[in-house]
């Protein structure tokens, strides 16, 4: 508005803006009035001045024009105080003066000027310009309760600025600013406000305002917007976005605005850190507490106002923010890695703006939660539901009004226990706990406390959920009606009640209502509570008050008694998904109500719902994955491996291969596309964020189903193992359990095979073309997040076709961003490799109760722009693997071969493999590390070299990594000593260590992380330091990545590394595998079980041939009930009785063997190779036995044949001598005198004679053993050829044997040689045979003193079985070259030796048993018993000791003699050095050891038969020298005379008409078991004239009296004599047991450790330095070092006897030695053990082998005794 003033006017300000024209007034130019007069000089005035408008620029002046017609010159000159200037214009009325400044006064003066140059007087008049307002004004940083103005300076000298806030015409705000910006606050959010800017003066004068418009943000837009979330409110947040690795992922910097809360907060939610929720501004933080060292002075007031926490966001608008901008499935992962948190999740999410709030049903799906109700913490047993399902009491928590009490806070300490204190719930102590809610007022969280079972543990006993309403109910009734609609309980906290309190009385609630308040609150009103109390129909229970003096312990004690009593007898109980319909009553949307959701939850369902039995379900709707994909899988790597070929011609055995394989294809193509996979490609052909609903429903539908089944089958097995009976019904169940897994990778699986199967049909065939999309499928979904089985785990294979194809797809997807890296981790099962890579990348790998991941799954994970650059790739490809050695996998097909094809094809395909174990268990990973050098090394040579990193989990010590020093560089040791041996197996020696094939440091390549719980589950959250530590891993394997010198593969290369290492994998024969500890264990259980099976078999057959000897001992003897018409029938009843027995013995065996293959513990299938060579075991021990027992049956036959005659011979002069004698006496009783001894002596004399005369005794002509020898021994040579038979006429037998056997060499070199070799103790050809002769004379001398021992009659078979056992010994001395002149002077010299030996006891047989001496030998007793008779004496005693002493004794003697021997032997089994063959190597290399002895190890290595053998002796020996035996010999002893008093007593219940045939019954009770000598019982039987009564009497008393005696010698023998009389030779016996076959590695002279004796491959697990076998390197004549389990796979030759000096290469060694396997040694090159002996005896050794002393190794020096026993300790498996 214009302004004009006259200059002496001193008007108010308020009167400037409108001036009446009164007030202007004219003036002359000397100030006084003067009346205008009409002069010619006279101008008149300007007059009146009326300004017409003052503008910011331009004043316009209004005139009254003169009445005259004259014209004027007007001038107007003005001024101000930085300006003076005039305008001379025309006279008129108007005038515009422009170029003012705004907003100053101006000082006009006004003249008129004639023509004539006459002035008028001035009028003079002030007029103010008008201000300019403040220009440009903008506003920004508009939140929802404050925003920001700025604007431009205007003209003029500006004092202040007067800003006016207006809403819907009222003023809000006035506030004056001193400068160009102000900022408002205060504000409502979501409202249009008018903003005015005016600015005022110096002067006073004000402007006009600017006025312009803007709407606050809505709280929620506001936040979004500072989170940088804004854009995710429509466009929601994915799980790829939030997975793909960025800088953010790897760095530590903290947040430095608002912006980035958001992402620290995912990040560490998705590796589940605890401490997700503290995140905040580093600005905020560093800005409170600045550097101290910069401020020393003391400013209180500064100190006071920095610790304002500033303007920080509480954690819990963060998370309402995260949910509201996240899909479906983020916030299913966030609600997930929340609750392992334990942190609360939300149950309904608030929308600030629109006031509408979602139940998170799809949310909280996936959480999956294990706890142990009271009801079952008696049988250990456990619930693992999906808590959506989960029907729980829910208890809820809501605030009316404010309060003083912390809810939250209370509710934490109340579902924490003493120990185990955590926030559950953000409460105001919290970290940023205290910072106003902006959106999340409303929420409405949930938690679940679950019990662990322990009663002093658990604070509620049941399962119970807790919800907590965020802000007052007043403001959210529709939350808390929902709350009262579906709790068991809520729990309203207050300070103040309204008396009316409609909200709480008018909710329609099935929940109890408690009220819980705060007494000591100054605004608790007692008379309001009672008043809403009566209305609510509360009583005292219901009502929980904090007194006056309780403090929060026992607030929370009263509280929780409370929740307690409500939870227990709570009836209220609802699972979250029936929470839907309440929502939906309430108009409360549900996250699930979305369509895409409903339709994936359809097509699920429609699936899944069709599973009654799982087993059976897979067979019917996946047929194409079961047994037909697995015999596939055989096929397949039979192509390669042609393990099965035998003797059939290898190229029509891969053909039938190729047809097999097409017939089965053709068999999977006859299957139509189940219901289930035509459901379930049609669903996952749908839409995007459809078939992700879809994939997700059917792996949740499908755990429900599988953990139904397998809670079910696990409470069976408990059930069942309780008793240890039901093993089969236990081995089913076990079955069951690992077929009742089904994923959606079996879905997966089968598309696969569906897929692969149609490539098999015609291009052109309708069915193969319609399946051509689905590699694309499974592409897309590969891109989207899901996992792809690379190898499958039930059929160990790949489906390659089907895989290759699904990449390539791949690969057109996303090119030309194509390239990837490969993270694997390897490791034992079940150590959490799993959860380490879901934590390490918040993937989610399969991980829940009872179910490991079964084969190779790969995942994609972007990487973002930013770090694209840095590791030079497009994506990460994640590989989980299955836990190698797993029990479950190794008890089924192939297990093993399994885990070393899986490790090599994995670590073949990463650029870095994480290698997952437990420090205490690095014996057991030893196993697999061998399995990952090679595969590193192989690697390497095709030009990748992949990195390693090795985690030890559970390691919680902050001194973890230096105490594992030692550890870790004993693991580098190990790693060296493998990569050598595997260096050597390739033939790529340059590799001497680890670090040469790979980069690998042991202080940075090992990483230790702790146990993954902080506490005790299920309450327990997820470990900080677990989350910190894999973390750091995480970093340091992208920052190795982004250090890779080699390019990133791209998806193609992928492809191919895959093909090839499958391939290479499927070829491998993995050779060094027996290394494996799992192998080495299963076979040793099965020698173990073997063993057994064949001593039981050795034990039976020994007591069977006793009996069967004892009835052939006594037939034809009044000892034998049953007759048998001759020797020969009872012969042929007993063999053939002897074949059915070892029949059905043979079957048990091999009925065994096949049992045990069928077990599924026990890892039998590793050994399955084997299995072969112990049946032929099992039938070879049958052969042997055969032999052995008809052998023995025979020459106890005939013997006992050739015996009949004499017998009878014998008998017939004893009846002759009993009648003589009783002659005598009616003779002598006739002359009535009485007679004297001495007569009667004359007279028996007299009759002796004459009865000797007159009886004939056939002369016993001698049988010529030499000739039976001979005829033997040319029968056996004659099969040599007619040379041998030549031979054998030039020497006669009985020439032979004089001395000992010396083999003479031929020919004059031979014997310059043979002498020098003599000299120098050479084991040249000749040597090396004089050594074999010695071995078996040896043995044959012993089974000729043996049968000596026995005093037998000799019998043919004897001799056939020394040639039996010559043959035998030098068939397996095969590699000792010979001729046939050594065999046949060997043969002659044994035989010749044997002839005379049993010529010798033939006729000292025949000399016993000669009728005339047997007579002459029991005179003096015929003569006492003629004198009894005579003078009527009673004989009864004398009898009865007669026959205890002659007949009974020696037979029960002879009885414990047989039956001891087996008896020592089954008690040396017990011993555990004797239990397998393993732990006897062991024990016998531990002794030699412990002896430390020179001699000793020659002894061994040169001697090994001749040292073991006395080695057991001594073990025998020292074992029982302390009457030990005496149990086993009293326990037969006391047998023996149970069984004479059963037969006494049961004689004298028979009516026996004389002591004749009470004898004769007690010998036919005891026939089948002792053996009565036939001389003693006929002697015993004539002139016996005792009452039998009285005789049984004194029988008994003297056998009570013998068992006593004999009881005494046998504790007071020692064993070694024991040992001589022993039918069964222990010593022997655990030799051919425990020796197995008795070879010895050619080159090393190992000895073979093959089960049984009757294998066809011999193999030794523990081989030597060459040297100990007598190798020296040919020029300089030292002793070898190398090990001939590395020299086979090398090109270096070696010669020796066998290849009659000539060298030949070592890789062709199964020329001279085909039944030797020498597999290569993955773990060592030779043990310790051996290194250790030769270092320390090499010069001993090559003194007594006439060699150089062996180049030791410096490494083999520093080996110590301790080393050298933990090397073959690890060797044989000892645990």
């Known amino acids: 508005m214009a302004e004009s003033v006259p200059t002496m006017d001193n008007s108010d300000e308020e009167d400037l803006y409108n001036v009446p024209d009164s007030y202007l007034k004219s003036y002359c130019e000397e100030g006084e009035i003067t009346p205008p007069t009409p002069q010619s000089g006279y101008v008149p005035p300007p007059g009146e001045v009326t300004v017409l408008n003052a503008g910011q620029e331009t004043v316009s002046l209004g005139f009254s024009l003169p009445d005259n017609s004259v014209r004027y010159t007007l001038q107007l000159d003005y001024s101000c105080n930085t300006q003076r200037d005039s305008l001379i214009t025309e006279d008129s009325s108007t005038v515009k003066v422009e170029g003012l400044t705004p907003g100053t006064e101006y000082t006009f003066s006004i003249i008129r000027i004639a023509d004539n140059g006459n002035r008028s007087k001035a009028t003079s008049l002030s007029v103010f310009t008008e201000p300019s307002p403040p220009l440009q004004l903008t506003v920004y940083q508009v939140s929802s309760e404050s925003l920001s103005l700025r604007w431009d300076t205007p003209a003029g000298e500006v004092e202040s600025y007067i800003v006016t806030c207006c809403s819907e015409g009222d003023t809000v705000q006035q506030m004056t600013a001193d400068t160009n910006n102000l900022t408002l606050s205060n504000l409502n959010p979501g409202v249009c406000y008018s903003l005015q800017v005016s600015a005022q003066l110096r002067n006073g004068r004000i402007s006009k305002p600017t006025v312009t418009s803007v709407h606050t943000k809505t709280h929620l837009k506001g936040l979004l917007e500072d989170l940088g979330l804004e854009q995710h409110y429509t466009e929601k947040l994915s799980l790829s976005t939030i997975l793909q690795i960025d800088e953010k992922t790897i760095t530590d910097e903290p947040a430095k605005c608002n912006s980035d809360l958001p992402w620290y907060f995912l990040k560490k939610l998705m590796m589940v850190n605890v401490t997700a929720r503290n995140v905040k501004c580093t600005s905020v933080c560093e800005s409170n507490y600045d550097d101290p060292s910069g401020n020393t002075e003391l400013d209180l007031d500064n100190l006071v106002n920095s610790l304002y926490s500033g303007d920080m966001l509480n954690p819990l608008d963060m998370i309402t923010a995260l949910f509201l901008c996240s899909d479906g499935f983020v916030r299913q992962e966030m609600a997930l890695k929340m609750s392992m948190c334990q942190f609360s999740v939300p149950l309904l999410l608030p929308n600030c703006d629109t006031k509408q709030c979602t139940l998170m049903l799809w949310a909280m799906r996936d959480i999956v939660k294990k706890y142990r109700p009271q009801s079952l913490s008696q049988s250990k047993g456990f619930i693992e539901q999906r808590i959506a399902l989960s029907e729980l009491p829910m208890i809820s928590f809501v605030r009316m009004g404010e309060c003083s009490l912390s809810k939250s806070e209370i509710l934490n300490k109340l579902l924490s226990n003493s120990q185990q204190y955590h926030d559950t719930f953000v409460h105001h102590d ?70 009316e309190c409609k909200l709480l009385t008018n909710q329609h609630h099935k929940a109890q209502i408690f009220l819980v308040g705060n007494h000591q609150s100054k605004h608790f009103n007692l008379n309001a509570l009672k008043k809403v109390s009566t209305k609510l129909g509360l009583t005292n229970s219901n009502i929980i008050l904090k007194a006056k003096n309780m403090n929060d312990a026992d607030f929370v004690k009263t509280l929780r008694k409370t929740v307690s009593n409500v939870v227990e007898n709570s009836k209220m109980k609802m699972q979250i998904e029936q929470m839907a319909d309440i929502a939906h009553e309430l108009g409360i949307w549900v996250d699930e109500d979305s369509s895409e959701c409903q339709a994936a939850k359809k097509n699920a369902d429609a699936i899944t719902a069709e599973i009654q039995n799982i087993l059976e379900y897979k067979e019917a709707q996946l047929p194409l994955q079961g047994q037909i994909w697995k015999e596939l899988t055989c096929l397949e790597k039979e192509e390669f491996r042609l393990r099965k070929v035998g003797s059939e011609d290898i190229e029509k055995y891969k053909s039938d291969l190729q047809v097999q394989k097409t017939e089965l294809r053709k068999k999977q193509n006859s299957y139509a596309m189940s219901n289930a996979m035509t459901c379930f490609t049609s669903a996952i052909s749908s839409p995007g964020i459809e078939r992700c609903y879809f994939l997700k429903w059917m792996r949740m539908n499908l755990d429900n189903v599988s953990r139904e089944k397998l809670s079910g089958l696990r409470e069976q097995y408990k059930e069942k193992c309780k008793d240890s009976e039901n093993k089969e019904e236990i081995k089913d169940i076990d079955k069951q359990l690992s077929n009742s897994s089904l994923g959606t990778e079996h879905f997966f699986r089968e598309m696969g095979q569906i897929y692969e199967a149609s490539l098999s049909l015609p291009e052109t065939d309708q069915s193969r073309q319609q399946l051509q999309n689905l590699p694309n499928l499974c592409a897309e979904l590969l891109l989207d997040g899901f996992p792809l089985e690379l190898v499958d785990g039930d059929a160990s294979n790949i489906p390659l076709r089907w895989v290759s194809d699904v990449l390539s797809q791949l690969n057109d997807l996303v090119t030309p961003k194509n390239k990837i890296l490969v993270v694997t981790v390897l490791g034992v099962q079940s150590t959490g490799k799993s959860t380490l890579l879901n934590t390490m990348f918040g993937v989610q790998f399969a991980v829940s109760s009872g179910r490991c991941t079964r084969g190779a799954f790969m995942l994609l994970i972007r990487i973002n722009e930013d770090l694209k650059k840095e590791l030079n790739c497009d994506f990460m490809v994640i590989i989980d693997t299955e836990g190698l050695k797993s029990p479950e996998l190794a008890q089924l097909d192939n297990s093993h071969e399994h885990d070393n094809e899986l490790a090599t094809l994995v670590v073949g395909l990463s650029d870095i493999t994480i290698i997952n174990i437990a420090m205490e268990n690095s014996t057991e990973m030893k196993d697999i590390l061998q399995i990952v050098v090679h595969a590193f090394l192989r690697m390497k040579e095709v030009g990748k070299k992949p990195k390693c990193q090795f985690v030890h989990q559970n390691v919680s010590d902050v001194s973890a990594h230096d105490k594992n020093l030692r550890d870790r560089k004993l693991l580098l040791q190990q790693l060296n000593e493998m990569t050598q041996a595997a260096a050597k197996m390739e033939k790529k020696e340059e590799n001497k260590s680890f670090t040469d094939v790979m980069e690998y440091s042991p202080d940075t390549g090992n990483w230790y992380i702790p146990g993954l719980w902080n506490g005790n589950p299920p309450m327990a959250p997820v470990n900080e330091g677990y989350s910190e530590a894999v973390y750091e891993l995480k970093k340091n394997i992208i920052q190795i990545l982004g250090s890779c010198e080699s390019s990133a593969n791209n998806i193609l290369e992928f492809t191919e590394w895959i093909k090839s290492l499958w391939n290479a994998v499927k070829h491998e024969n993995f050779i060094f595998s027996f290394r494996n500890s799992l192998v080495a264990d299963a076979y040793m259980r099965l020698c173990t079980e073997f063993n057994k099976w064949e001593w039981e078999f050795r034990k039976e057959m020994y007591t069977w041939v006793t009996k069967s000897e004892t009835r052939i001992s006594n037939y034809g003897t009044v000892a034998v009930k049953s007759e048998v018409s001759d020797m020969r029938e009872l012969l042929t009843r007993l063999k053939s009785e002897a074949c059915t027995v070892l029949s059905k013995w043979e079957t048990k065996l091999l009925g065994n063997l096949t049992q045990y293959f069928k077990q599924t513990e026990g890892h039998v299938y590793l050994v399955e190779q084997y299995r072969e060579d112990f049946a032929n075991g099992a039938k070879s021990l049958r052969q042997e036995m055969e032999r052995s027992v008809l052998n023995q049956l025979t020459a106890a036959a005939d013997i006992r044949q050739g015996m009949t005659e004499l017998d009878r011979i014998k008998e017939n002069h004893t009846k002759e001598l009993e009648g003589r004698v009783s002659g005598l006496i009616e003779q002598c009783r006739k002359k009535k005198v009485q007679m004297t001894d001495k007569e009667l002596d004359k007279e028996f004399d007299k009759m002796w004679k004459q009865m000797v005369n007159e009886l004939s005794f056939p002369e016993q002509k001698a049988t010529i053993v030499i000739r039976s020898v001979s005829h033997h021994l040319r029968e056996n040579l004659s099969r040599k050829g007619s040379h041998a038979c030549q031979l054998l006429s030039q020497k006669s037998l009985k020439d032979c044997g004089q001395e000992p056997f010396t083999y003479t060499a031929e020919g004059f070199c031979k014997k310059v040689k043979h002498t020098l070799g003599k000299i120098f103790n050479i084991e040249d050809q000749v040597m090396a045979l004089q050594k074999t002769a010695d071995h078996i004379s040896m043995d044959c001398t012993q089974f000729v003193t043996e049968k000596l021992e026995k005093k037998n009659n000799y019998h043919e078979t004897y001799i056939q079985e020394i040639l039996h056992v010559i043959d035998e010994r030098l068939q397996n001395n095969q590699d000792v070259k010979r001729e046939i002149e050594f065999e ?392």
Not at 452 to 478: H, Q, W, Y
Not at 487 to 496: E, H, P, R
Not at 1521 to 1535: A, G, I, P
Not at 1597 to 1617: P, R, S, W, Y
């Open 430 to 499: 919290m970290e940023c706990g205290d910072s106003p809610r902006k959106i999340s007022n409303g929420l409405a969280e949930m938690t679940w406390y679950l019990p662990c079972g322990n009663k002093n543990m658990d604070v509620f006993s049941e399962p119970v959920a807790v919800a907590n309403l965020r802000g007052d109910i007043a403001l959210f009734e529709t939350q808390f009606s929902f709350l009262c609609q579906t709790s068991a309980a809520v729990f309203v906290f207050f300070d103040t009640l309204d008396s």
């Open 1384 to 1775: 046949v002077s060997l043969k002659q010299h044994i035989c010749g030796f044997a002839a005379r030996e049993f010529q010798k006891m033939h006729e000292d047989f025949i000399q016993r048993n000669d009728p005339y001496r047997c007579l002459n030998r029991n005179k003096e007793k015929f003569r006492a018993d003629f004198k009894d008779v005579f003078h009527e004496r009673d004989q009864c005693q004398k009898k009865a000791e007669e026959f205890t002493n002659r007949c009974l004794k020696p037979a029960v003697e002879d009885f414990v003699n047989r039956s001891l021997g087996p008896d020592i032997i089954g008690e040396m089994l017990t011993s555990q050095q004797f239990s397998t063959r393993m732990f006897f190597q062991y024990s016998v290399l531990l002794d030699l050891l412990s002896k430390d002895d020179f001699e000793k190890y020659q002894s061994y290595i040169c001697s090994y038969e001749e040292y073991v053998k006395k080695w057991i002796l001594d073990q025998i020996v020292e074992r029982f020298s302390n009457q030990s035996t005496f149990k086993f010999e009293d326990q037969h002893l006391q047998s023996s005379v149970r069984s004479i008093n059963n037969a006494i007593n049961k004689a004298k219940t028979e009516k026996s008409g004389n002591l004749k045939t009470f004898v004769k019954n007690v010998c036919q009770e005891l026939g089948d078991k002792l053996v009565i000598s036939q001389d003693a019982l006929g002697a015993f039987m004539i002139l016996n004239n005792a009452d039998q009564k009285l005789f049984a009497h004194w029988l008994t008393e003297c056998v009570k009296d013998m068992a006593n005696a004999l009881g005494k010698t046998f504790k007071h023998t020692n064993i070694q004599m024991k040992l001589k009389k022993l039918h069964v030779n222990p010593q022997d016996e655990l030799f051919i047991k425990l020796i197995g076959c008795g070879k010895q590695c050619p080159f090393c002279k190992a000895p073979c450790e093959a089960g049984g004796r009757f294998h066809t491959e011999h193999w030794t697990s523990l081989h030597r330095p060459e040297g100990l076998g007598r190798f020296r390197w040919h020029e300089t004549k030292t002793l070898v070092t190398d090990v001939c389990s590395s020299s086979v796979l090398s090109d270096k030759r070696f010669r020796c006897n066998a290849t009659r000096g000539a060298w030949h290469p070592y890789k062709r060694y199964t020329d001279f030695f085909p039944d030797w396997r020498i597999a290569p040694d993955a773990s060592l090159q030779a043990s310790d053990y051996w290194k250790y002996v030769l270092a320390k005896f090499n010069k001993q050794f090559a003194e007594a082998y006439n060699a150089k002393p062996a180049d030791i190794p410096l490494m083999w020096r520093i080996i110590t005794r301790k080393q050298a026993e933990a090397s073959i300790k690890e060797s044989f498996n000892i645990k």
